[in-house]
């Protein structure tokens, strides 16, 4: 009978114990998991002061413990989140708008964006980026990108003097910028507009006499406004054309003609894109208004360019250089 009644009790403090155990090893593993979970970003996150869809949005766009502590060292910032929801946002250039965005307060965020891209951040002809021309009629020649002084383009064609004014057969300009342009020129033609090419190719050498002879004269301000540094000129690129029509080859008129008009919505078509455009809000070439100069970039970048009415330089920065 006593034996019995020991083991009654010696049962029950086991169970007892078992149930303890039990409940201080589930306590346990969830302290510890509590733990754990405070040890990660969203939590810290969260502390700070971010919501969890911000927490998503910073998540999805950054990789790097280093990268995520940026947001617990500095104040909650709504621009920072929406600065990644800008539609030309890349990654590798988050310190810099951060850093512009602080130094340019009334920027709104879609021209930060834009300006970091394109390196309008920069003085010009201070960066000395080389032009990849590997990349044909997609690569970058500006004041920021510039080509070597031997750079020659392949595949130089002369223009027919039906298409070009001056000593025939003195212009060229690569083979499928030029039959990209005869195409177009024959649609004008049935819109009722003779287009006529008065630039074109223009090798290195050709564009330091020019810029030598403005800054010689005019002095280097006044060069810089109006000619491109040896290097940094498109036309060198065997990609570019100086175009107007055979009834105005004024620089000061033509942007007021139809013709213009006509080329400035229909090039596209062909792969042209009017390369500096009016407009003050994307007027960040570094080039003033040209109704004459259009660059070859292909038929599909040309028509997202038009589309989107952005620069070639956001088109570069965001879909070929990343
Ligand atoms: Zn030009």
């Given amino acids: 009978m006593k034996r019995r ?43 700070h002061g971010y919501s969890m869809d911000d927490i998503k949005i910073i998540q999805s766009n950054w990789h790097t413990n280093e990268e995520i ?20 946002y890349l990654k590798k250039n988050y310190q810099q708008y951060i850093e512009y965005m602080k130094d ?20 010009y002809y201070t960066t000395d980026f080389k ?17 070597d002084s031997d750079y020659e383009p392949t595949d130089l064609v002369s223009i027919s003097s039906k ?16 039959d990209a342009f005869i195409e177009m020129w024959e649609a004008a033609k049935e819109d009722g507009y003779y287009l006529m090419i008065n630039s074109a190719y223009r090798p290195y050498k050709d ?12 002095g280097q301000k006044y060069a810089d406004s ?16 100086d175009i107007f029509s055979k009834t105005n080859s004024n620089k000061q008129t033509f942007g007021d003609s139809e013709a ?10 062909y792969g042209f894109i009017l390369r500096y455009p009016e407009d003050p809000n994307i007027n960040v070439t570094g080039f003033t208004y040209e109704a004459w100069h259009f660059r070859y970039v292909g038929k599909e970048a040309a028509k997202y360019i038009y589309e989107n009415n952005i620069i070639f330089e956001e088109y570069y920065a965001y879909f070929i250089e990343k």
């Fill in 5 to 47: 009644l020991k083991l009654k009790k010696g049962f029950k403090i086991t169970i007892f114990l078992i149930i303890v155990l039990s409940l201080g090893a589930v306590i346990g593993i969830n302290k510890y998991k509590e733990y754990l979970y405070h040890q990660t970003y969203e939590y810290k996150l969260l502390e």
């Fill in 69 to 88: 502590e940026f947001y617990l060292n500095n104040p909650v910032n709504n621009n920072y989140i929406k600065l990644m929801q800008e539609k030309y």
């Fill in 104 to 123: 340019n307060p009334k920027l709104d965020l879609n021209t930060i964006v834009r300006n970091i891209n394109i390196h309008y951040n920069e003085e």
């Fill in 131 to 147: 032009t990849d021309s590997s990349l044909e009629e997609l690569m970058l020649v500006n004041k920021y990108y510039s080509l």
């Fill in 163 to 178: 298409y070009a004014w001056g000593e025939p057969g003195s212009k060229k300009v690569k083979s499928n910028v030029l």
């Fill in 207 to 218: 564009q330091e006499i020019i810029y030598n002879n403005y800054k010689a004269k005019q």
């Fill in 226 to 241: 109006i000619a491109a540094h040896p290097g940094h000129s498109e036309h060198q690129t065997g990609l570019c054309l």
């Fill in 260 to 269: 213009a008009a006509w080329l400035k919505n229909n090039s596209y078509k």
